[in-house]
């Protein structure tokens, strides 16, 4: 019997689904985690470890070459899944992560720019967006809206896709932090796919947790054995996690998840889902705006920032994040069940205008010592 035989697969997922799911969690982990060391050895001999510079929150010469490991696991673990043929969106990321995970590497590797990642997001983006069956065709009642045309829903899509990738790219700013968000965020997602049944989308999820825990056993390290994701994994953990999304929008039936939400409160449930690097990215955009400063000029601003130089460990100031983006879903699906779209979006904003004021007021505080 030949294992890797799409029909021998297939049988084994249905006959043994939570065996086949833990032993895909249990590759993704153990093929990253042995990847890392061999990644971090080949840089140090090789000496690209990324630099000190004024806005560097290590203190030691560390690689950023996360994103390789990454790159080879999701690969593989997503080759392995599309070989069952249960989904028709494993073609079309392999290539839209290939492309990332190269424009990426180059600015590990010597910096690209702005430009050059733009146009390597919008044409990794282009395979998800002709993708019939992620167009996005209703918004389910949201401000009243359900039906849209493809015209409205493409362009739409892009702008979900390219926000995603870039404000994840933007909170990988200290230790721990795009890990254990990206943990966060593809549970809830696992949760809800595991019930409507959309298995590739589960799989892909539970993929994406292993590597990253097994990331975080080297992120959150010290000395010679740490690691960041750099770029070339930034970039493909947040055009997976808008796949997610785009997937999340473009179910049909809610199954077990309608009781739990109003179906035209879908996108509220997004932002809450995404709320820290959400948050975090609009209120700095905001910010610099407001200031009359280029909005994507690098600073201390982040949220993570202003933890981190309040005295917070990398490792707490992450946790208390993740605790935060835990609390702001928690709300939404305490109240989402009950209460209209106008009302939960006066909710998320509030929350919004909440947050955005405290840290304001921790980051005057610092400045005050």
Known sequence: MNIFDSATLLSILRAHYLFFTGMLFIGAFLTTYIIIPKIIWVTQVKNLAAPINGRSAHKIPTPAFGGVAFF???????????SIHIDYAGNHLIAGLTILFMVGLKDDLIISTAKVKLVGQLIAVTFILFSPELQITSLNGFLNIYEISPFISWPMALILMLSIINAYNLIDGIDGLAGIIGIIICSIYAVIFFFTHHDFSFMLCISLIAILAAFLRYNLSFGTNKIFMGDSGSLIIGFLIGFLTLRFMTIDSFSIIEYQFKAENRIIFIIAILFIPTFDTTRIIISRLLQKKNPFTADRNHAHHILIDLGLSHGKASILLGLLNIFIVF???????YYSCYI?????????????????ALKTRKIKK
Do not use: D, P
């Not at 080879?72 to 599309?82: A, C, E, F, G, P």
């Not at 939960?344 to 304001?360: E, R, S």
């Open 331 to 337: 709300v939404f699906l305490l109240l989402g069940r």
């Open 72 to 82: 080879i696991t999701i690969i593989l673990t997503v080759s392995l899944v599309q």
């Open 344 to 360: 939960m979006t006066i909710v998320m904003a509030a929350l919004f205008l909440l947050f955005t004021y405290l840290f304001f």
